[in-house]
């Protein structure tokens, strides 16, 4: 899938797709810096699931491109290692899923060791992750709540390639362990956009407003984010609805001020994800909108996610699972109209 | 399978050449030695008896009988070299780097002056300070083998001299995590040495429960480094085996697993009924001490006698309870400062919900 898009960064400067984008923060980081370095399976010759590590050996040397056995959780614990000796590194897993194999080391190694112990542990962790593609619960699942409870850790889950491009790099230069999901759509639909010549960073913990409104406030990060703009556009021709659409980009720290000002001005709050509801980053997103919020509010922060069953293979149930443009528009006139 | 008396030291598996440093050692030096085996004994010691007033604070897993293994392991490498110990022996090894009493207690104590700040604790210590070079045991078992394997690792990419020795423990050493990182240092013949504390015991359960084959260090075999079985009550054993592989890995001819056997004198926690062994076994074993063995060593030379023993007994106790004295009067931590180590980068709003 991935093969095709694998047009190379110097052809075109002008549109990058989210490979192309992932790839190029991640060519220009280890020119940047040579304490910059890759490890993960398969990611030398096949460069990674996506492809994105492809090539990387060829430039940069087998010292800061390493491949390594199905080892998860001894290959990240190295990475904690790595990171306490001075390197920089960027570790793949083949989907975000397969960070239950290594939770331990992302707790009580990257968002434990500064605070106990005074360090610092630069690690960047890259997961695709995400439903859409039929690979079924083991491999598509959204668990960045797990993940975002944990003091120390950034969670970065961008939803553009542009984002894509400036997060990682921001995510690659933090000393604080970053984790960066990539939504596996993403990829797939070879998502663009206009890139700059130059390079440039988008900084940690920052939100963005996708699309500007008045009527509600969306709040969401990767995939959904998509479709909920896209649902915004339709809303805006058919009902002369204007949604403003709010993508965290970054959910861990959380950006509650561009969240809380678009509340202000839309005083109707929903969150849109592909996760599931109970005990979510959408619970803390309307928890933190309800508690700061709450005097602008006219309606409860109304929260759109997954069924509560792991996501399934079937297209249809599938299909059903996933969170899409047609279910926000659906909810959106119940609500407004 | 109670500790067998056989336990002899064996030459590596691959049957390199072994190499006897504790031959070299001056009678001062092992004078030296004894004192730091009695040291560490009497700073555990010290912490039961805290522990046991009630004044210390948390959770406690005396080293009582690994003390053998904490005194020699520093001394069979290089002071830059990097050394990881267990919950038994990390204690020592920190003290013996050069970290000084007070430290220690203010850790124990929960005080801003320890050596993590009161953020960490007892017997989990650990520094990654570059002039000590002793890394934090990781609480979650097996992990220890897999950070230090990051670092061996680091160290090879960086083509630095120094070699990283990860103590672990017999129970830990079943944990998949630890396999792992073996066959990745196998394969790619890191600087490290795998050394396990088999004390016979993991918490309640026995050595035979968690290893169907007698000897750990058997299992080298499927990782394609030797393994090497050690009397771990022996100080000048595990001196010379650590060294042997210390050296090898030096050499570039990657990893070894050591399997230093000793006992566990004292329950895994204070106040454990220690039902899974009878008192027979443990006072069996208690006469390979290795504070004892040492000492009837040292006096069968003719390095030590009844005044010698009683002068090193008495400074040790000295520096330890000049340290604790000094620690009881340092601040607690501010929880008003807490929050400041959570993220280097420190541009984050840090409020409620961030
Ligand atoms: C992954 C994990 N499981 C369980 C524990 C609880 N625990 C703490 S010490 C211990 C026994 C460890 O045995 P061993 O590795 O042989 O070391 P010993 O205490 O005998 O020195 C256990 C089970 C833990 N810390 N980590």
């Not at chain 1, 605070?115 to 859409?132: H, K, N």
């Not at chain 2, 030695?33 to 555990?44: K, P, T, V």
């Not at chain 2, 090894?93 to 009161?118: D, M, Y």
């Amino acid at each position: 899938m991935s093969q095709e898009h694998q047009t190379e960064v110097e052809r075109t400067m002008a549109e990058l797709n989210f490979f192309d984008a992932v790839k190029r923060a991640l060519r220009e980081e280890m020119a940047n810096d040579d304490r910059v370095m890759c490890i993960g399976e398969d990611i030398r010759s096949h460069g990674g699931p996506y492809g994105t590590t492809k090539g990387l050996m060829e430039l940069y040397g087998e010292k800061r491109v390493i491949d390594t056995p199905i080892i998860e959780s001894a290959f990240f614990d190295a990475a904690v290692g790595l990171s306490l000796m001075g390197w920089r590194p960027v570790v793949d897993l083949m989907a975000a899923d397969f960070i239950t194999l290594c939770v331990d080391q992302v707790i009580h190694g990257a968002s434990h060791y500064p605070f106990m112990f005074d360090v610092q542990i630069p690690l960047t962790i890259r997961g695709p992750i995400g439903g859409g593609l039929r690979f079924t619960a083991s491999q598509e699942k959204s668990l960045e709540a797990m993940i975002a409870n944990f003091p120390g850790l950034i969670i970065v889950y961008p939803s553009s390639a542009l984002d894509a491009y400036g997060l990682l790099k921001s995510a690659i230069r933090s000393n604080d362990p970053c984790i960066v999901f990539e939504h596996k759509l993403l990829y797939f639909y070879s998502v663009s956009d206009e890139f700059p010549e130059d390079e440039f960073t988008i900084p940690l913990g920052e939100a963005a407003v996708k699309r500007t409104g008045t009527d509600l406030t969306i709040v969401s990060w990767g995939w959904p984010v998509r479709e909920s703009v896209k649902a915004a556009e339709v809303l805006s021709e058919t009902e002369g609805i204007e949604v403003e659409v709010v993508d965290l980009r970054t959910l861990r720290p959380m950006d509650r001020a561009t969240i809380l000002e678009s509340v202000k001005k839309t005083n109707r709050a929903m969150v849109v994800t592909e996760a599931h509801r109970f005990g979510s980053m959408g619970a803390e997103v309307a928890a933190t909108i309800q508690e700061f919020g709450f005097d602008d509010l006219d309606a409860p922060v109304a929260r759109l996610g997954a069924p509560e069953y792991p996501i399934p293979f079937s297209a249809p149930i599938q299909d059903a699972y996933l969170m899409t443009a047609d279910k926000i528009l659906q909810t959106i006139k119940e609500l407004l109209v | 399978m109670a500790i067998s008396k056989e336990t002899k030291t064996r030459p590596a598996s691959d049957g390199a050449e072994f190499l006897r440093p504790s031959e070299q050692l001056t009678d001062d030096q092992l004078v030296d030695l004894y004192r730091d085996i009695h040291l560490i004994r009497r700073f555990s010691e010290r912490q039961v008896e805290e522990f046991e007033s009630g004044r210390m604070p948390g959770g406690l897993h005396p080293g009582h009988g690994h003390e053998a293994i904490s005194a020699a392991v520093p001394r069979a490498v290089r002071p830059s070299d990097y050394l990881n110990g267990t919950h038994r022996s990390q204690n020592g090894i920190l003290a013996l780097r050069g970290v000084s009493f007070r430290r220690l207690w203010a850790e124990v104590f929960g005080r801003e002056t320890g050596i993590n700040g009161g953020r960490r604790g007892v017997d989990l210590m650990g520094t990654f300070e570059d002039d000590i070079r002793v890394w934090a045991h990781n609480p979650v078992l097996g992990h220890n083998a897999g950070i230090a394997t990051g670092a061996a690792l680091a160290l090879q990419l960086d083509e630095r001299d120094e070699v990283i020795v990860c103590l672990i423990g017999d129970g830990a050493s079943v944990c998949g995590t630890v396999w792992e990182a073996c066959f990745f240092a196998g394969i790619r013949k890191l600087p490290i040495v795998y050394a396990v504390e088999n004390n016979m015991v993991a918490y309640t359960t026995r050595f035979e429960d968690m290893s169907p084959i007698e000897n750990i260090s058997d299992r080298a075999s499927a990782f394609g480094f030797p393994g090497q079985l050690v009397d771990g009550n022996d100080a000048l054993a595990v001196l010379d085996a650590v060294h042997t592989a210390a050296e090898r890995a030096r050499r570039g001819e990657g990893p070894t697993l050591l399997e230093l056997k000793t006992y566990r004198f004292v329950g895994h926690f204070i106040g454990d009924p220690q039902v899974y062994r009878t008192r027979e076994e443990v006072s069996e074993a208690r006469k390979s001490d290795p504070l004892h063995l040492f000492e009837a060593l040292l006096r069968d030379r003719g390095l030590l006698d009844d005044a010698a023993v009683t002068n090193i007994h008495h400074e040790n106790l000295e520096r330890i309870d000049a340290g604790l004295a000094e620690a009881m009067l340092d601040p607690f931590p501010n929880p008003a400062d807490a929050l400041s180590r959570t993220y280097r980068s420190g541009t984050y709003p840090m409020g409620y919900s961030s």
